[in-house]
């Protein structure tokens, strides 16, 4: 590999917005993406529900997906391998090219209130979420066709809407709808587009980043890598280095290299989720549809929004199969399940943290993650406040099947804070409102991870929004550094 004007670690949803930002401003800019995992599918990034035949998707996804369940845990979710750490039993990761974006579920409501930095430039954040909509390819019109819409919509809304804030609609999906009515899930293939067919941009699976290479403390000179396959070890020099990993191994890659600024690693933020279910009864309008799919695209999914004084947001979606174990005999037909999940505002804390155990290392030299993560008070009055609004609304849409639970801590994969932005080089943050790691010229950083909120959303539509606004500050300073040159 030879130099590069941008290395990108990590092609996930923010790690692709980033080098396409860069690829669309800048077309004459090298960009080296890297991912330690191998390509899932017949394109790169795609999302494995897309994948036509069943046998294809469940070898892919089972090649990624992890093997150990540690105490505490429920087994990893398809395409994630857990970590293994007690304070948060179902964290887990995605080593795969699209990351977490071959596998989500493609929910991406936009924050509200306080969910915003409020240091950001509201303009030019709005802005970004829009860009980021484009790039994700968002609409609220994905389940239009959906028979049960309008009911579940209306049973919600006059339970839960409030005057002033937002009401009960369609979550916002990242899913484009072929003339048959057929969803097509957003992996991060779709943000690419044409990407990886252009000159000067090279996507380079199975490499996994060991370090970032600073020069004086300061200047990113390139990245170590290793080759997953090989074991070989190469250095690859750039003028800017973007580390968009995820909440856990972004931190852990500025860890090994000496970048260590305080709050790494800190303000670890995972949302509290609680689940329900109801059974519906609407004869004549659930029919019999093909087992195998998340969602029936029969009630579509629907969105609960956040809101300051109600720290949760809800999601509603048919399911094909109950996730709650039903009494012996009760007979199911698939799409009659409707599954709940709200998920928690996470009172934000410094101790809540990833750290970096150089005691134990794995076979490539990378330290072993450990987590430091507890529910405050003000957590477990969110807790219980969503699970009787959980409660009442699997209720009011039909037969609750069971309590509504609270899943093991990690359960969400939003896990956010560990490399936060702020407006000041403090000590409360790991980089600045552009993405770029304090006390370094070029080192930038992306991903959930810098989202410095307390959210209660799905967090990758902002994580996106942030990607694009670092992309563009990015590329302006490489361009002045040619100008001054």
């Known amino acids: 590999m030879s130099g590069y004007d941008v290395v990108i670690v990590g092609s996930g949803p923010v790690g692709t917005a980033i080098a396409r930002e860069l690829a669309d401003l800048e077309p004459s800019l090298r960009l080296l993406v890297l991912d330690a995992g191998p390509v899932l599918g017949p394109e790169a990034g795609g999302h494995v529900k897309n994948i036509a035949d069943p046998s294809t998707r469940a070898s ?76 994700l390819q968002v609409t609220t019109h994905a389940f239009d066709r959906a028979p049960l819409t309008p009911m579940v919509q209306k049973v919600l809304g006059e339970r839960l809407d409030r005057p002033g804030v937002r009401p009960v609609g ?24 044409d990407l990886w067919r252009r000159p000067g941009v090279t996507l380079a699976p199975g490499m996994l980043a060991r370090r970032v290479l600073v020069e004086d403390r300061r200047r990113a000179t390139g990245v170590q890598t290793v080759d997953i396959a090989t074991g070989s070890v190469r250095r690859v020099t750039a003028r800017a280095v973007v580390v968009a990993g995820d909440a856990l191994r972004t931190p852990r890659l500025l860890w090994a290299s000496g970048i260590r600024p305080a709050a790494l690693g800190r303000y670890l933020n995972d949302q509290p989720q609680v689940m329900a279910a109801a059974l519906l009864d609407e004869p004549g309008i659930l029919q019999t549809s093909a087992p195998g799919t998340a969602i029936v695209p029969l009630s579509g999914v629907s969105w609960v929004p956040y809101a300051a004084d109600r720290p949760f947001h809800g999601q509603v979606m048919q399911l094909d199969a109950s996730p709650v174990p039903l009494d012996p005999g009760t007979t199911v037909r698939p799409g009659q399940v409707v599954g709940l999940g709200w998920f928690c505002r996470k009172e ?21 993650i450990r987590i430091e993560y507890r529910l405050t008070a003000a957590d477990r009055s969110a807790v219980a406040a969503a699970t009787a609004e959980i409660k009442a609304a699997a209720k009011a849409l039909g037969r609750p099947l069971d309590d509504p639970f609270v899943m093991p801590a990690g359960s969400s994969l939003h896990y956010q804070g560990t490399t936060r932005m702020g407006p000041a080089d403090d000590g409360t943050s790991v980089c600045d409102a552009t993405g770029r790691v304090w006390g370094t010229d070029n080192l930038y950083v992306g991903g959930n991870n810098v989202i410095p909120t307390a959210t209660a959303c799905n967090p990758t539509l902002t994580a996106v929004a942030l990607g694009v606004l670092s992309a563009r500050a990015l590329q302006a300073g490489l361009r002045a550094e040619e100008e001054n040159a």
């Open 60 to 135: 892919a996804v089972a090649a990624v997906t992890g093997r150990r369940t540690p105490a505490g845990a429920t087994p990893p979710r398809p395409g994630t391998a857990l970590i293994g750490t007690p304070a948060m039993p179902n964290a887990a990761v995605s080593t795969n090219v699209g990351g977490m974006g071959a596998h989500w579920t493609c929910a991406c409501p936009r924050p509200g209130d306080d969910e915003i930095p409020d240091f950001l430039d509201p303009a030019a954040f709005d802005a970004a979420l829009a860009r980021a909509e484009q790039l």
């Open 170 to 193: 369609p979550m916002p999906m990242a899913v484009t709808v072929g003339a048959d009515g057929s969803p097509h899930w957003t992996g991060p293939a779709v943000i690419a587009g």
């Open 348 to 368: 934000l804390s410094a101790d809540d943290r990833v750290w970096f155990d150089e005691g134990e290392l794995d076979e490539h030299g990378m330290p072993a």
